[in-house]
């Protein structure tokens, strides 16, 4: 990998997004895609404390992300979806 993994936390609606992006390989295509592929997880919690511990939601939104950034925005929006069901669901 070229860059370190780091975790984003955001706080939403009174619980925390817990994502970490990072780089796929490509493993088996005829041709490479035109950049660096990423995906990412998500784990959402009562706090804002790191547990290695947490189940995590692979990314299986089945986009392609081509930049850290966007792979980071697309699981914090999916974190947010899933509090607003665990709130919904009361």
Known sequence: ???KLRWIIEP??????????FEIA????TE???GQKWGYAVAIRYTAEHDDDLDY???SDRS??????AAEQAAIHYGQLA???LLDLG
Do not use: N, Q, W
Request: hydrophobic residues 35%.
């Open 83 to 85: 509090i607003d069901v």
């Open 1 to 3: 990998m070229s860059e």
């Open 12 to 21: 939403y609606c009174g619980m925390y997004i817990h994502a970490i992006a």
């Open 57 to 59: 939601g692979p990314a």
């Open 32 to 34: 490479p895609p035109p």
């Open 64 to 69: 392609d992300y081509f930049t850290r950034e």
């Open 26 to 29: 490509e493993l088996g295509r």
